[in-house]
Protein backbone atom coordinates (compact mmCIF):
# COMPACT_ATOMS: atom_id res chain seq x y z
CA UNK A 1 0.00 0.00 0.00
CA UNK A 2 2.94 2.68 0.35
CA UNK A 3 4.68 1.73 -2.23
CA UNK A 4 1.71 2.75 -4.37
CA UNK A 5 1.11 5.87 -2.46
CA UNK A 6 4.70 6.64 -2.88
CA UNK A 7 4.40 5.58 -7.08
CA UNK A 8 1.64 8.26 -7.23
CA UNK A 9 3.73 10.93 -5.68
CA UNK A 10 5.97 10.28 -7.98
CA UNK A 11 4.45 10.19 -10.71
CA UNK A 12 2.74 13.44 -9.95
CA UNK A 13 5.83 16.00 -9.65
CA UNK A 14 7.22 14.19 -13.30
CA UNK A 15 7.77 16.88 -15.22
CA UNK A 16 6.93 16.20 -19.19
CA UNK A 17 8.02 18.54 -21.59
CA UNK A 18 5.73 17.96 -25.06
CA UNK A 19 6.28 18.75 -28.78
CA UNK A 20 4.79 21.64 -30.37
CA UNK A 21 2.17 20.69 -33.43
CA UNK A 22 3.91 21.75 -36.25
CA UNK A 23 1.37 24.29 -38.36
CA UNK A 24 1.51 25.90 -41.71
CA UNK A 25 -1.09 29.14 -41.19
CA UNK A 26 -1.85 30.43 -44.60
CA UNK A 27 -4.00 33.46 -45.20
CA UNK A 28 -5.35 33.26 -48.82
CA UNK A 29 -6.85 36.88 -48.51
CA UNK A 30 -3.53 38.89 -48.22
CA UNK A 31 -1.12 35.61 -49.16
CA UNK A 32 0.55 35.21 -45.75
CA UNK A 33 2.18 32.03 -44.94
CA UNK A 34 3.95 31.78 -41.36
CA UNK A 35 5.22 28.15 -40.13
CA UNK A 36 7.10 27.30 -37.58
CA UNK A 37 11.24 26.78 -38.04
CA UNK A 38 10.59 22.82 -37.20
CA UNK A 39 8.43 22.42 -40.22
CA UNK A 40 10.20 20.14 -42.53
CA UNK A 41 8.87 18.54 -46.27
CA UNK A 42 9.59 15.23 -47.13
CA UNK A 43 10.94 14.03 -50.41
CA UNK A 44 8.75 15.49 -52.95
CA UNK A 45 8.22 16.42 -57.08
CA UNK A 46 5.93 19.65 -57.81
CA UNK A 47 5.79 21.04 -61.04
CA UNK A 48 3.56 24.34 -61.05
CA UNK A 49 2.97 26.00 -64.52
CA UNK A 50 6.64 27.09 -65.99
CA UNK A 51 8.15 26.01 -62.64
CA UNK A 52 9.58 22.61 -61.34
CA UNK A 53 10.38 21.70 -58.13
CA UNK A 54 11.96 18.46 -56.60
CA UNK A 55 13.08 17.69 -53.00
CA UNK A 56 14.98 14.35 -51.78
CA UNK A 57 16.15 13.59 -48.83
CA UNK A 58 19.21 11.21 -48.78
CA UNK A 59 20.99 9.58 -45.33
CA UNK A 60 24.20 10.63 -44.62
CA UNK A 61 26.49 8.74 -42.60
CA UNK A 62 28.15 11.06 -39.63
CA UNK A 63 31.77 9.15 -38.55
CA UNK A 64 33.51 11.14 -35.77
CA UNK A 65 37.30 10.95 -35.96
CA UNK A 66 38.98 8.34 -33.77
CA UNK A 67 40.54 9.76 -30.66
CA UNK A 68 41.13 8.95 -27.09
CA UNK A 69 37.66 9.79 -25.94
CA UNK A 70 35.18 6.87 -26.90
CA UNK A 71 32.00 8.14 -26.14
CA UNK A 72 31.57 9.53 -29.95
CA UNK A 73 29.40 7.71 -32.43
CA UNK A 74 28.34 6.71 -35.55
CA UNK A 75 25.14 8.07 -36.52
CA UNK A 76 23.35 8.50 -39.85
CA UNK A 77 21.61 12.03 -39.89
CA UNK A 78 18.91 12.61 -43.11
CA UNK A 79 20.02 15.41 -45.27
CA UNK A 80 17.38 17.16 -47.39
CA UNK A 81 18.48 18.87 -51.04
CA UNK A 82 15.83 20.92 -53.07
CA UNK A 83 15.75 21.63 -57.01
CA UNK A 84 13.92 24.00 -58.55
CA UNK A 85 13.66 24.56 -61.92
CA UNK A 86 11.98 27.18 -64.27
CA UNK A 87 11.69 27.21 -68.10
CA UNK A 88 15.16 29.16 -68.17
CA UNK A 89 17.17 26.58 -66.70
CA UNK A 90 17.39 28.20 -62.91
CA UNK A 91 18.62 26.14 -60.42
CA UNK A 92 18.14 26.81 -56.68
CA UNK A 93 19.31 23.97 -54.43
CA UNK A 94 18.39 24.16 -51.05
CA UNK A 95 20.92 22.46 -48.45
CA UNK A 96 20.78 20.68 -45.76
CA UNK A 97 17.16 20.11 -44.39
CA UNK A 98 14.30 21.22 -46.64
CA UNK A 99 12.16 23.15 -44.34
CA UNK A 100 8.71 25.03 -45.49
CA UNK A 101 10.83 28.51 -44.32
CA UNK A 102 13.65 27.27 -46.89
CA UNK A 103 11.23 26.42 -49.85
CA UNK A 104 9.25 29.64 -49.55
CA UNK A 105 12.28 31.80 -49.21
CA UNK A 106 13.51 30.36 -52.54
CA UNK A 107 10.26 30.65 -54.29
CA UNK A 108 10.14 34.30 -53.30
CA UNK A 109 13.62 34.72 -54.65
CA UNK A 110 12.55 33.13 -58.42
CA UNK A 111 9.63 36.00 -57.93
CA UNK A 112 6.90 33.40 -57.68
CA UNK A 113 3.40 34.99 -56.58
CA UNK A 114 1.87 34.40 -53.24
CA UNK A 115 -1.32 32.87 -55.06
CA UNK A 116 1.26 29.96 -56.73
CA UNK A 117 3.16 29.42 -53.03
CA UNK A 118 -0.27 28.79 -51.52
CA UNK A 119 -1.14 26.68 -54.12
CA UNK A 120 2.40 24.50 -54.20
CA UNK A 121 1.94 24.21 -50.59
CA UNK A 122 -1.54 22.36 -50.48
CA UNK A 123 -0.53 20.26 -52.77
CA UNK A 124 2.76 19.19 -50.84
CA UNK A 125 0.23 19.01 -47.98
CA UNK A 126 -2.07 16.99 -49.97
CA UNK A 127 0.80 14.31 -51.48
CA UNK A 128 1.50 13.65 -47.83
CA UNK A 129 4.90 15.51 -47.87
CA UNK A 130 3.97 18.20 -45.54
CA UNK A 131 4.36 17.18 -41.87
CA UNK A 132 2.42 20.07 -40.10
CA UNK A 133 -1.04 20.33 -39.71
CA UNK A 134 -2.01 23.22 -42.84
CA UNK A 135 -4.95 25.39 -41.76
CA UNK A 136 -5.97 27.80 -44.61
CA UNK A 137 -7.80 31.32 -43.08
Same mark, same amino acid.
Given at each position: ??? *???????????????DVEARVVIN?????????????INEVMISHG??????????????????????????????????????????????????????????????????????????????? *?????????
Open positions: QAE *AVYFIASVETLRVETERTGTIVAGGNVVNLTIHTKQRPVISQPQASFNNTAKTVVVPVSDTEVIEDNATVSILPDKTTVSGLATALNEMGVKPRDIIAIFQAIKKAG *ALNAKLIIM
